[in-house]
């Protein structure tokens, strides 16, 4: 019998799912949880010794997976833990960082197979560090700024030619009035640099805007590539693809040696096992790397190749070679 695989995942995202009956369909033993369901329907119950490392159990739902028995864990984007009603707001945050810290502590413990490992995601999720983290590693990187000053946006334009765009530093997603938003990448015009205000109120990343062919989306799965260019047939998309999907077309590619190489050594560097990179790539076949998230999504990408993203996910969690 093969050991558990602990999945950590909000309970309704779907593409989880797909991994879940793939590795279902391997006969290996499956407990997933969500931690929006600690502490009502989630319990906890972790020892450790002098003697022996962390052993116990998670239980939900007439479930139940021995703490010591886990031989790999897929880490994905859980929900917020939620607690009963009638907790003061004080109470319910107090809450929250001891269930942080006590769930989130205890399965950070766990030595095993880990896609990916929270710490190793936390520290990744930096943009400054994935860009100084690619560069060191050989891959190419557009020359960045991250600043508040508007001084520094317009002098730092005027040394790029191509010109520069802005984009979020951290997740691209807010929640505003009850809606939920993106912010996408746009080019930065005259217009904008003549009328500043704002900048000097947060973080902003500029960076200088890189001539395109087309882009590719590379999913990288322990040693694994799978590389989807990406064609965008609208102004909007070519700007920014992810502003819309409609306009996109996708077809497989492959990745320069290089590039491959400059890949696999920075998710070495940054501890990942599962990371979604981004690429530009120029007229002349040059890739520039923008990105890496060890969250971002895969399942779209998979419907619209083919590319074997979920059963990659799974051998990585299985350990088979």
Not at 166 to 177: G, N, R, T
């Amino acid at each position: 019998m093969t050991e558990p695989v602990l999945i950590v995942a909000a309970c309704d995202d779907w593409p989880t799912d797909r991994v879940v009956v793939e590795l279902e369909s391997r006969g290996a033993e499956v407990f997933r949880m969500d931690t929006a369901d600690f502490p009502r329907r989630l319990t906890l119950a972790g020892r450790i010794d002098q003697e022996q490392a962390w052993t116990g159990e998670l239980t939900a739902e007439r479930r139940m997976v021995e703490l010591s028995r886990v031989g790999a864990v897929y880490y994905r984007a859980p929900g917020a833990f939620r607690f009963p009603d009638g907790m003061s707001g004080p109470e319910e945050r107090f809450a929250a960082a001891q269930a942080r810290a006590g769930v989130g502590g205890v399965l950070s413990a766990l030595e095993c197979r880990w896609v990916n490992h929270p710490t190793a995601m936390a520290r990744a999720e930096y943009k400054p560090v994935q860009l100084a983290a690619a560069r060191a590693c050989g891959l190419r990187i557009p020359p960045t700024l991250v600043t508040n000053r508007p001084e520094d946006v317009a002098a730092f334009a005027a040394g790029i030619s191509t010109g520069i765009v802005c984009k979020p530093v951290a997740s691209p997603v807010l929640v505003e009035d009850g809606q939920l938003k993106s912010v996408y990448t746009h080019l930065v015009t005259p217009d904008d640099l003549a009328d500043p205000r704002g900048i000097s109120t947060t973080a902003h990343l500029f960076q200088g805007w890189v001539e395109k062919d087309h882009e590719v989306r590379l999913t990288v799965v322990g040693r694994n590539m799978f590389a989807a260019a990406i064609h965008a047939t609208s102004d909007a998309a070519h700007e920014d693809w992810r502003s819309e999907y409609g306009s996109l077309t996708y077809s497989t590619t492959t990745v320069p040696h290089p590039v491959a190489n400059g890949m696999l050594a920075l998710m070495d560097r940054l501890q990942l096992r599962y990371g979604a990179a981004d690429f530009v790539v120029a007229p002349d076949g040059r890739w520039t790397f923008l990105e890496v998230n060890p969250c971002g999504q895969w399942d779209w990408i998979q419907g619209a190749t083919g590319l074997p993203i979920a059963e990659a996910i799974a051998d990585e969690l299985l350990g088979v070679a």
